[in-house]
């Protein structure tokens, strides 16, 4: 078992305890908390760089959870369409997507509001909910 699959399996039953023994808001809670973390983690990075450029961003994209393909870099633009996903795989392989969603993907947002406030993410579309991730980062 990989080190990716033993981590989205805890999250997945930690998850699935909280909301059950203590409510879903207590897991809303946590993962608000996770999202702090993770911007406040970028935020670092970012004031650690001397330029906290667009081209860095692709740094989260790796050959050991991503299927990926990078359509643009450029200074002001960086494309990437994720055809496949571990954290998809396995979320979706526990009925899970709903948790997926919120614990892996949003961080993408977290990650950009942290490293970059100038930067915009858009993406229309994930793994977890079936399709591809087209993540779409503009510096503006």
């Known amino acids: ?15 699935r305890m909280v909301e059950k ?8 809670t946590l993962l ?3 999202y702090k973390k993770i911007k406040e ?8 760089r001397e330029v906290a450029d667009l081209q860095y961003l692709s740094r989260l994209f790796t050959e050991e959870v991503h299927e990926y393909k990078v359509i643009t870099e450029s200074s002001d ?4 369409i994720v055809k496949s996903c571990k954290h998809a795989e396995i ?4 009925g899970a997507q709903d948790l997926g969603e919120r614990m892996i993907c949003a961080g993408d947002f977290a990650v950009v509001e942290g490293y970059n406030p100038k930067i ?4 229309p579309t994930t793994c977890m909910t ?10 503006n």
């Open 1 to 15: 078992m990989s080190d990716v699959e033993s981590k989205d399996i805890n999250l997945i039953f930690m998850a």
């Open 21 to 28: 023994y203590i409510g879903p808001e207590a897991l809303t």
């Open 32 to 34: 608000e908390m996770k």
């Open 41 to 48: 983690h970028w935020r670092e990075i970012g004031a650690a």
């Open 77 to 80: 633009c960086l494309e990437v």
């Open 91 to 94: 979320f979706s392989s526990y």
């Open 120 to 123: 915009n993410l858009k993406r």
């Open 130 to 139: 079936g399709e591809c991730c087209h993540f779409k980062f503009r510096l």
